[in-house]
T-cell receptor, first 114, second 115 residues
């Protein structure tokens, strides 16, 4: 069984400040990990994913995440927040051999203050 | 390339009715997955179809069913609707040629309201 915990359902940062969204996972097998973003009244857009190889993963819009096996974490960061980053962010985990069944965390709503 | 499309975008039904939602995947994608999103339960996996066969199923009652056609388009059906079925239903498609987890591309969703 797999699970994902996103610490902090709401995070508020000032424009230009560092964005840090936390994700911890539980998996009985080496997982694939994903971050998705959802804007109001829209579907999910993939920001980045970790499958194998390099543990620091770069994604779209300046986001990156680091897979830390020892900490079972996959935190999402961005050096400088923009107003357009305000959205809900979801971390997800999958068993690579179990097809496309994603287990999502509860989501973190990011608010960016001017 | 056109993205994942879902129809209808909004739907209002009453308890006890049934509903069918449609999803057209990205051209060339053979896997379609369905997810339910609610404020209380978050995003939950319903099922995945690949080459017209259900490959994975989440923990939902039998009232939730789906199918996939030879052109990879998929439908999901919910029978005997309950108030708790009100949700955003998201469809995602992927190439999934190897059977391993593949990048999924999500549609805009169908917002179902049950009165």
């Amino acid at each position: 069984a797999q699970s994902v915990t996103q610490l902090g359902s709401h995070v508020s940062v000032s424009e230009g400040a560092l964005v840090l969204l936390r994700c911890n996972y539980s998996s009985s097998v080496p997982p694939y990990l994903f971050w998705y973003v959802q804007y109001p009244n829209q579907g999910l857009q993939l920001l980045l994913k970790y499958t194998t190889g390099a543990t620091l993963v770069k994604g779209i819009n300046g986001f990156e995440a680091e897979f830390k096996k020892s900490e079972t974490s996959f935190h999402l960061t961005k050096p400088s927040a923009h107003m357009s980053d305000a959205a809900e962010y979801f971390c997800a985990v999958s068993d690579p051999d179990a097809g496309n069944m994603l287990t999502f965390g509860g989501g973190t709503r990011l608010m960016v203050k001017p | 390339k056109a993205g994942v499309t879902q129809t209808p975008r909004y739907l209002i039904k009453t308890r006890g009715q049934q509903v069918t939602l449609s999803c057209s995947p990205i051209s060339g994608h053979r896997s379609v997955s369905w997810y339910q999103q609610t404020p209380g339960q978050g995003l939950q996996f319903l099922f995945e179809y690949f080459s017209e066969t259900q490959r994975n199923k989440g923990n939902f009652p039998g009232r939730f069913s789906g199918r996939q056609f030879s052109n990879s388009r998929s439908e999901m059906n919910v029978s005997t609707l309950e108030l708790g079925d009100s949700a955003l239903y998201l469809c995602a498609s992927s190439l999934a040629a190897s059977g391993r987890t593949d990048t999924q591309y999500f549609g805009p969703g169908t917002r179902l309201t049950v009165l």
